[in-house]
């Protein structure tokens, strides 16, 4: 099954061109299994305040929703990104600043 991790830099929601490998790696999946639908869940590292973190973690899920619609033409009806404030998938605080991409 899939579930592929993107990692975001402090504060931003812009796809790195390091991955970008990432993406691509899901929309191959996607494309290779058309019959399953992912959900993208974007989340931030606990600095800051808490009402950004969560718009955040929202654009995060955004950028990789709107990368595998643009970029490689997957359905939008068969993504589905959240925002889930801040993350506490890693132990390192830092590492959660990421979208996580997992089959529905």
Do not use: H
């Not at 993504?79 to 089959?103: D, H, L, M, Q």
């Amino acid at each position: 099954p899939l579930m592929s991790n993107v990692q975001f830099t402090l504060n931003s929601a812009k796809v790195r061109k390091s991955e970008m490998i990432n993406v691509y790696n899901i929309a191959k999946w996607m494309n290779e299994n058309p019959e399953v639908n992912v959900v993208v869940k974007g989340y931030a590292s606990p600095e800051g305040d808490k009402t950004f973190n969560e718009k955040l973690s929202q654009k995060r899920a955004d950028a990789i929703k709107n990368k595998l619609v643009k970029d490689y033409k997957i359905a939008e009806d068969r993504i589905i990104a959240t925002g889930e404030g801040v993350g506490s998938v890693f132990e390192t605080p830092k590492y959660n600043r990421a979208s996580i991409c997992v089959a529905k």
